[in-house]
């Protein structure tokens, strides 16, 4: 028995195979590598239980023929889909880009699935699927949901296309609805933008937006955590969850400060004037987790320590990558 990883060679898919190979579970992580790397990857690639297969899923005739290929020798008993554009502008620009990369992805796991009667599937999905709700504390039955960004749109349209794949013919889904999520290795994300203008330019950091954006932060050993303890205890046929920090989040000002402290003491930091930093941008954000915490699960870091241990690590990321 076998687990595929979509989006494998990504920031958070990496995690979740070394995760998973340690368990002791064979997986078979997939990429096509236009975002993820196969850097990300030297965290597993020496456990003997990991296979690593460059494929698109958004090629289904192909993305059908590895799979099955695999399959057949290690039978694929769940499917963790996690490949997705991660370039929100880049969808806001070009609609195409998340229509192939976040929801052409997920129609065709779940056709693959279907082939070959996978009856179980994880999901990454985003805060993005809301929209904005201002200053609201956000639970899994907010509504309505309206995305401010074509991510975030394919997101909601690939939960949907689950609800109704979990009618016809998977036995189990979860849904995560993913936060902020921070740690190494970063691929993008503020942080991780912010140390790489001060390393460009050690006296100035430009900010997208006026620093008053605020958001919680979810460190990646805790969401994986989270979507552990999702996958062992909720009992839902289409199991639907906020991951998060569980607090009101930080200010982009004071994560600005906090990555100048570390990186050039003494820059000067310009700001912008709208309280947004980019279309498709929600300028504060908070999550509800009373269902998720009913499930005996909290996060271990709250956002400030989060993006304290984050800068810390992706500092001596960049270092390294020198």
């Known amino acids: ?42 965290v597993i690639e020496n456990a003997a239980n990991f296979h690593f297969v460059e494929a698109d899923c958004a090629d289904r005739p192909s993305f059908l023929a590895k799979t099955k290929a695999f399959h057949d020798k290690f039978p694929i008993t769940e499917v963790w889909h996690l490949a997705a554009n991660s370039d929100i502008p880049a969808g806001v620009n070009d609609a195409n880009v998340d229509l192939q990369d976040t929801f052409m992805t997920t ?6 699935m279907k082939v070959l009667d996978i009856k179980l599937l994880a999901f990454a ?27 975030g749109a394919m997101k909601l349209a690939s939960e949907a296309a689950i609800s109704a794949a979990a009618e016809g013919f998977l036995h189990r889904a979860f849904i995560y609805r ?4 921070i740690g190494v290795p970063a691929t993008h994300g503020v942080l991780l933008d912010f140390v790489n203008k001060l390393k460009a330019s050690p006296g100035l950091l430009n900010v997208l937006g006026d620093g008053t954006q605020q ?39 004071n994560i600005a400060e906090a990555v100048v402290a570390s990186v050039s003491p003494s820059a000067k930091i310009s700001y912008g ?6 279309v498709g941008d929600v300028p504060k954000f908070q999550y509800c987790l009373d269902k998720l915490m009913k499930l005996g699960w909290t996060p271990k870091l709250d956002s400030k320590l989060a993006i304290k241990r984050a800068i810390a690590e992706i500092v001596e990321q960049e270092i390294t990558r020198k």
């Open 1 to 42: 028995m076998s687990i595929l990883i979509t989006g494998v060679a990504g920031f958070i898919g990496c995690n979740l195979a070394k995760r998973l190979a340690n368990e002791g579970n064979i997986v078979l992580g997939f990429d096509n590598l236009s975002r993820g790397t196969l850097q990300n990857l030297t």
């Open 107 to 112: 129609f065709n796991v779940l056709e693959v």
């Open 125 to 151: 999905s985003s805060s993005a699927v809301y929209g904005d709700h201002g200053a609201q504390s956000i639970s899994e039955v907010s509504g309505p949901l309206l995305p401010l960004s074509n991510y």
């Open 178 to 181: 993913f936060p902020n999520v």
């Open 215 to 253: 958001k919680a932060y979810l460190h990646v050993d805790d969401l994986l955590e989270g979507m552990l303890q999702i996958r062992r205890r909720a009992t839902e046929k289409v199991a639907v969850y906020n991951l998060g920090a569980g607090d009101a989040g930080v200010s982009v000002r």
């Open 273 to 278: 004037a709208e309280n947004r930093g980019w």
